[in-house]
């Protein structure tokens, strides 16, 4: 349940900063791992993720976060929450990702 929760929270705040800032990524959740995706839909197959593959972007986004306090796994954009996950770390990575949201679009 706690894991559940916090996932719920991640999501919802990624969500939100992704439509605030008219940025056409996508979050795809399972329970509580979910993925950052530098596209409009979740993909469809291995197919779908090579054709919108953003390597300079990835890069950026995770030094970026890096940089701030906030390591994401090496690979991809994914994020796993852990029954250790406390809500203040959340908040921190939504901050950080609000950050990285303007920075891209200033």
Known sequence: AHMQ?????????????IAAH?????????????????????????QDVVDHAQP??????????LNRGV????????MLLSPATKMT???RLLAVFAALCTALTN
């Not at 008219?22 to 291995?46: D, I, K, S, Y």
């Open 89 to 91: 770390d959340v908040e």
């Open 22 to 46: 008219h940025l056409p990524w996508t979050v795809t959740r399972l329970g509580a791992r979910m993925e950052l995706q530098f596209m409009p839909h979740t993909p469809a197959n291995a």
């Open 71 to 78: 390591l994401l796994t090496p690979f991809h954009g994914m």
């Open 5 to 17: 929760a916090m996932a719920e929270r991640l999501e919802r705040g990624l969500n939100q900063h």
């Open 56 to 65: 300079e972007l990835e890069s950026y986004t995770h030094l970026f976060m």
